[in-house]
Every structure is written in structure tokens, then in C-alpha cells.
């Protein structure tokens, strides 16, 4: 259901009602789960019928990759926008959660392969990052994604490991991320000159979402594109 104003809930049960051009949520005691649909559309005119929603299955008992981050929403809404690039592409969602940018990169015609912690892969592709999974060695991406993947400092070293392998066994390759500023351009932007990457584009993430959507999002989040710098080899 639509109200006009970004994304929106509807309940896993169907439970959700229209009044007067607002939606409701009722959330099952049973499973504490809730359908959150995202709308990517030129203009943001969903009326238009140029383009589509995504509905994810969010857990509010799980942990806090069953949710719908706000860096999510603006990698998605970034994957929309740049969606001639994606194209007939392949891509590669890192620490995918609950995958919005690679749905997205789908819907707009490009092979997804969505990954997550190998110790949990649900129904994704397992990889840990920093550890040399086998199915790490058949993936050939033109593209890298990651929502909110520079959240705990601990994990970036593992993370830029598995990125800059992946980058190098496939010449041309394009990391491309959204983060929370807590985490601190100027340690990414260390990591990234001692594991020989360079970002080519950051952008203040909010200048990319619509009015609707933003106004629904918090925090300071940037987006960067990342790859290997041309002095590396």
C-alpha cells in the first residue's frame, strides 16, 4: 500500500489498512515480522508505471541485519539511478542483510550474487570476510556492494581483504558503499591506502534520495565508490 510519503510498511500477515491516505502495521505476535516495501520510480511518481517496489521481509526479534538500514535505502536508491551501469553487469552484495541493493541491482538487469557471513548464509551465498571460502574463487564481479558494512571497526581489515581480492582477480572492478560518518572517512580513507584502493566518488548520500524517502532517513551517510589504485598490481 502507498501513502505518498517513501517507504512504508505492510504487516507479513496482510493486516495493514488505508484511512484517510495513511497506512497502518499490525505486526504477528507470532513471528514479529513485517513486509517493508520500498518504491523506485523516475521522479518518484509511482503513477508514472516507470519502474518498481521491493518488498522485504524484515525480523524485529533478530538481530540488527534483519532490518532495513537507512544506508541500504540510499545504496538501493544509488543503484536505481546509476541503473544503466548495472546492466547485463555482475554483481556482488557484501554482508547483504536483507539484500535492498542487490534486489534492486536485479530488478534493473544485472546478475546478483548476494553473500553473507558464512557461519549464517540463510539463503545466500556464504562468505566471511578476511577468510578464503571456497566460493570466494568463483566470483568474477564487475561490481562490489555494501550497505553498512563499515560499522564495527574489527571487521574493516577483513572486509578491505576480501574487497581488494575480489577487485583484483577481476580488472575494473567498483566497490561502491554507503556508511554511517561514525565510522570516520579518515580511517576508511587509511584502510583504503594500506590495502591500495582509492575512491574515485563520495557523495553525500542524501543528495541522491528523493525529498519523500529522505525525510525519512537519520544520520550523516555518505557514499563512495572504491577501486584498486592504478599503482597497484
Request: charged letters at 20%; a negative charge; aromatic letters at 10%.
Amino acid at each position: 500500500m502507498a501513502n505518498g510519503e517513501g517507504d512504508q510498511y505492510d504487516s507479513s500477515r496482510i493486516a495493514s489498512s488505508t484511512i484517510a491516505g495513511s497506512a497502518t502495521s499490525a505486526v504477528s505476535d507470532e513471528t514479529m515480522t513485517r513486509i517493508s516495501r520500498h518504491y523506485f520510480t523516475n521522479d518518484n511518481d509511482r503513477s508514472s508505471g516507470d519502474g518498481f517496489s521491493v518488498d522485504i521481509i524484515e525480523n524485529i526479534q533478530e538481530e540488527y541485519g534483519m532490518f532495513v538500514w537507512p544506508c541500504a535505502i540510499a545504496l538501493a536508491e544509488y543503484v536505481w539511478q546509476q541503473r544503466s551501469r548495472f546492466s547485463s553487469k555482475s554483481v556482488v552484495e557484501l554482508g547483504a542483510g536483507t539484500s535492498l541493493p542487490g534486489l534492486v541491482a536485479a530488478k534493473v538487469g544485472a546478475n546478483v550474487t548476494l553473500t553473507d557471513d558464512s557461519k549464517n548464509p540463510e539463503q545466500v551465498l556464504g562468505l566471511t570476510w578476511g577468510e578464503w571460502d571456497p566460493p570466494l574463487f568463483s566470483l568474477s564481479p564487475d561490481f562490489l556492494l555494501g550497505a553498512d558494512v563499515l560499522y564495527d571497526n574489527s571487521d574493516f581489515d577483513d572486509l578491505f581483504a576480501t574487497a581488494t581480492f575480489l577487485m583484483k582477480n577481476c580488472p575494473g572492478c567498483v566497490f561502491i558503499t554507503a556508511y554511517h560518518a561514525r565510522s570516520g572517512h579518515h580511517l576508511i580513507e587509511y584502510l583504503m591506502s594500506k590495502w591500495g584502493c582509492k575512491c574515485t566518488r563520495l557523495l553525500d548520500a542524501f543528495s541522491t534520495v528523493p525529498p519523500t524517502k529522505a525525510s525519512n532517513l537519520h544520520g550523516s551517510i555518505q557514499l563512495a565508490e572504491i577501486v584498486l589504485n592504478d599503482h597497484i598490481t
